[in-house]
């Protein structure tokens, strides 16, 4: 690759690529406003100011010019630093700050705001400017962010993102000069599904997320990296989260998967890593017709004892999964069933599903599949179809022992009727629901935001999530909680992490053979054989 | 003592003159037309090339270079646009061809359409310019039903089609890249150069954007030795006749068409009849709003574009701005200022927030509320949007800006002495 300079260290570009995109990707911080490597460049906001002190052809530009907007080209040498471009970024902000309110103190952009970071940086502390600053009302201009113009500075990029980005173009720039300002057309509220990304990419206070208003402070959060499950698209984010609360998921970059992108939908799902209520919070046991707080160890016992006493035979052992559950938890589920009551008695509903099909990429982030793990079932061939014949012909035979994990078939009450007169039904979940009610031995799992499991998605794409919160004090990630429970059935599994359990499953499954836990770090690992989805349709995106 | 070297209104100065196409056609239009349909397209930018026009919209760079650097074999048709947004300040020049002569400019127009392989023009017209729209769409409808427009103008099988194109009153979008915006239908703003037009233009493809006066030299610079005429009409670099709108305090102010080695003081002095009621001289502004001040002892100077730049001002569009010895020059640039203040489209920052800010500045000095202080910080504000803004607006608003404090800051300082 051609090499230019950036304060004399060597950078590689691609051709055709600007500075600033080099410089980013080199990890070298020029400060900017406008420029998004997802949308057009429109070079207005003029931060972005460096000193191209030779073109590459021996001689400086006359003037500064926008990092964003100017190719870099081989032997070109570029300052960042020097005094010229310190003034140069100075003035931009002096004129930006002119008549931004400076309400860092209620404003909750504060802490993650350029503006603020640059003005502290290139900032006077005292403003010239003795006229009343320009004011524009409050403005509510969509189900999930808020608009208060004052705070903007008029970047554009919210304006690109409807026009580029989701193609609704619900959102423009109004007036002009001095009056510049951004509103939704006609008044009217936004309906795209995507608008938390526009408070996302606005690097000031003007669009914020309404979910996330007066929360918690920026600067307080913790962030840990993970996967969004709310579909099986599975959208890289960051859970931020502070003293065991969650507050919001935003999207984290990842190119192969949902670019910097997510759906309102999945930043939704953070209500539920909070949720308190439904949680199963320590491992049940029925007696008569309660259920009653046990041990751990008095579960696994009780369990084992009755199994022990019935000696069930292949067919009276069923397990029930959703493709909630990760590719560990399935993997083990069926290992245990296997192992244990060579049974391969194993279903989970796979109902069709539906994938858009856009000229707009970030459309077809969204999918009626609200599963994260489908892909990964269909790879470990767990048996699942519409209808659930083979389902229903399962549970003809003497029910002896079942295994629910999560929470399948919830809206099939005949099957849990049949179900509940099995001898032994053990739920192992994190909510209570239906089938909670009917078990007879509970044992409390984990949410996905307080555990490390691997996901499949669509793309046949593994990736993991890790521990952003701390989990309910009694309860035990999914793989842990069956593993425990093979080993008090006798199997000799001895898992003391996940990571053993993934390299169990990459030397035991064709699907997942060969990989490795550590390779799925950042950007997620593609399956060794991926299986075929006949319930996927693809469809065409609303006009 | 100037006198009016007639190329370009040779036609308008003729009063028996009938603007219509039969006119024209009498008065020998549209052979120029007959006779580049007979050359190469190359070799009618080189001939252009070799005149050594410079653009007449205020930039002044060479038609001739600009049509030449037209992207070729893209694939994609060609286009010219005729910039007839004439919306700088003091000029008037484009709006008397368009009005007086349209006949003249549309056979300019389709020469550099040939020239640069457009088959579809458009001519952008200035929104509030309503006769002049007029005067146009009913030439252009005259050239169809004669047939010099269509499918086969002149017998030349080159199909030639021209749209004229009224705009919204926007100064910004005689830009031209804003100009192209506003064409396709969008918000009238400058576009991040490069791509330049030539590459990535009108909906993408390569496009021309030409001054209505300097397409409406092309049929007699193109005519027979007419190139080598109109180098004759001035020093090297400053070839041809142009459009002088003199306004102002002068006895005779209006649009006079002269050579490029004509002595400024000479046109304000002998064409312009001198300043109105035996007052002295106190200022020009030379090439429209946007160029530096000139005083009064600095008249002297050959009007065209190398000698003004040499002074650290513009020919621009060659709109004079004279002002007598009474004017209030804050009251001046406050006008100025809001103008730019008011025509800023508000996509940069230092544009957005520097017009508005200055003008503020300025009209604390008229309320008498100014200092020196002010006057320091308005020289700072003004001087911080030369060169850092996208477009060439920024640096028009801080020119006469910085121009006005430094040339004439007793003036300010008469708003706070005492």
Not at chain 1, 188 to 209: H, L, S, W, Y
Not at chain 2, 68 to 86: Q, R
Not at chain 2, 307 to 335: P, W, Y
């Amino acid at each position: 690759m051609p090499v230019f300079h950036i304060d004399g260290e060597p950078v590689e570009f691609e051709p055709g690529e600007k500075i600033l995109s080099a410089a980013l990707r080199r990890g070298k911080i020029i400060p900017h406003y406008c420029y998004h490597p997802g949308m057009s460049i429109v070079a207005t906001c003029r931060m972005c100011v460096v000193d191209v002190i030779d073109l590459g052809n021996g001689r400086p530009a006359p003037k500064l010019q926008t990092a964003c907007s100017v190719d870099a080209a081989e032997g070109m040498k570029v300052d960042t630093m020097n005094q010229k471009v310190e003034e140069g970024r100075k003035l931009v902000n002096e004129f930006l700050l002119i008549n931004h309110p400076l309400d860092c103190p209620i404003c909750d952009q504060s802490g993650e705001c350029t503006l603020q970071d640059y003005s502290f940086e290139y900032g006077s502390g005292k403003s010239e400017m003795d006229y009343s600053k320009r004011v524009y009302g409050w403005r509510d201009i969509g189900t999930f962010v808020s608009l208060e113009r004052n705070r903007c500075i008029q970047c554009s990029r919210c304006d690109r993102f409807t026009r580029e980005i989701t193609g609704t173009n619900e959102f423009g720039m109004f007036n002009r000069g001095h009056e510049l300002t951004v509103d939704t057309f006609t008044d009217r509220t936004m309906t795209n599904k995507f608008q938390g990304n526009m408070a996302d990419i606005c690097p000031v206070g003007a669009i914020t997320e309404k979910e996330f208003r007066f929360k918690r402070r920026a600067w307080k959060l913790k962030k840990n990296r993970s996967i969004c499950t709310g579909c099986s698209t599975g959208c890289n984010v960051t859970i931020e989260h502070d003293r065991n609360e969650v507050f919001r998921l935003k999207p984290h970059e990842n190119q192969n998967v949902n670019k910097w992108w997510m759906c309102d939908e999945g930043r939704l799902t953070y209500r539920i890593m909070n949720e308190r209520k439904s949680r199963i919070n320590r491992p049940l046991g029925r007696v008569g017709e309660n259920l009653e707080g046990i041990s751990w160890e008095e579960a696994y016992g009780a369990i084992a004892e009755r199994v022990r006493e019935m000696a069930p035979l292949a067919q009276n052992v069923i397990a029930l999964t959703d493709t909630h559950a990760s590719n560990e938890e399935l993997f083990l589920i069926q290992k245990l069933l296997k192992d244990g009551f060579s049974s391969d008695n194993i279903f989970c509903p796979l109902p069709n599903w539906e994938q858009i099909e856009s000229d707009f990429f970030i459309n077809t982030l969204i999918t009626t599949d609200k599963t994260p793990n489908r892909a990964g079932a269909l790879a470990l061939k767990i048996k699942g179809d519409a209808k659930n014949a083979k389902l229903k012909e399962a549970v003809k035979s003497d029910l002896k022992v079942v295994f629910v994990l999560g929470n399948p078939f919830e809206t099939e009450h005949d099957l849990q009727q049949k179900i509940k007169t099995a001898q032994l039904v053990v739920h192992i979940g994190a909510y209570h629901n239906s089938w909670s009610e009917i078990a007879d031995v509970v044992l409390p799992g984990q949410h996905y935001s307080e555990k490390i499991a691997t996901y499949t998605n669509k793309q046949h794409l593994v990736q993991a999530t890790d521990i952003a919160v701390k989990a309910l004090r009694r309860s035990r990630p999914e793989w842990q909680i069956l593993s425990e429970l093979a080993e008090a059935l006798g199997q000799n599994y001895d898992f003391t992490n996940i990571n053993q359990v993934f390299d169990s499953m990459s030397r035991e499954t064709k699907a997942f053979s060969g990989l490795n836990f550590d390779q799925i770090q950042s950007n997620g690992i593609e399956l060794a054989q991926t299986a075929k989805d006949s319930g996927k349709k693809l469809i065409k995106a609303a006009a | 003592m100037a006198e009016e070297t007639l190329v370009l209104f040779k036609n308008i100065r003729n009063p028996k003159y009938n603007k219509s196409l039969a006119g024209y056609k009498k008065a020998g239009g549209y052979k120029t037309l007959n006779k580049v349909f007979g050359m190469k397209p190359d070799e009618v930018v080189q001939e252009v090339k070799e005149s050594g026009i410079r653009g007449r919209g205020g930039a002044g760079f060479p038609t001739g270079l600009k049509w030449s650097f037209m992207a070729k074999e893209t694939g994609k048709p060609s286009y010219l646009v005729a910039n007839a947004d004439e919306s700088e300040p003091g000029t008037c020049k484009d709006r008397e061809l368009m009005l007086k002569d349209p006949h003249l400019f549309l056979e300019g127009m389709m020469i550099g359409c040939y020239a640069v392989g457009c088959h579809h023009g458009y001519i952008y017209v200035r929104g509030e310019f309503f006769p002049a729209i007029k005067t146009l769409i009913d030439a252009v409808d005259e050239l169809y039903a004669d047939g010099l427009l269509g499918p086969d103008p002149m017998g030349s099988g080159y199909q030639l089609d021209l749209t004229v194109h009224s705009g919204a009153g926007a100064y910004i979008c005689g830009e031209e890249s804003a100009l192209l915006d506003s064409l396709e239908g969008k918000r009238g703003q400058p576009r991040v150069k490069p791509p330049f037009p030539a590459v990535s233009g009108f909906n993408g493809c390569p496009t021309s954007v030409n001054n209505v006066e300097t397409l409406a030299c092309m049929p007699y610079i193109l005519s027979d030795g007419g190139v080598d005429a109109f180098k004759s009409f001035g020093p090297q670099n400053n070839t041809g006749t142009h459009l002088v709108s003199l306004s102002g305090h002068v006895n005779n102010p209006g649009v006079y068409e002269l050579r490029m080695d004509v002595n400024m003081k000479d046109i304000i002095y002998g064409i312009g009849g001198g300043i109105r009621n035996g007052k002295k001289l106190k200022g020009v502004i030379p090439g429209g709003s946007s160029s530096s001040v000139m005083t009064a002892d600095e008249v002297d100077v050959l009007y065209n574009f190398d000698e003004l730049a040499k002074i650290n001002t513009m020919l621009g569009s060659a709109a004079m701005m004279v002002f007598d010895e009474d004017t209030d020059v804050v009251q001046l640039l406050h006008r100025i200022t809001r103008f730019y203040a008011h025509e800023s489209c508000g996509q940069c920052t230092p544009c957005r927030e520097g017009t508005h800010w200055s003008r503020n500045i300025i009209r604390d000095f008229l309320n008498g509320n100014g200092s020196d202080e002010k006057l320091k910080r308005l020289d700072r504000v003004g001087g911080n949007m030369l060169g850092t803004t996208l477009c060439a607006l920024g640096d028009a608003a801080a020119l006469p800006i910085q121009s006005f404090v430094k040339k004439f800051p007793e003036d300010f300082r008469k708003y706070y002495a005492n």
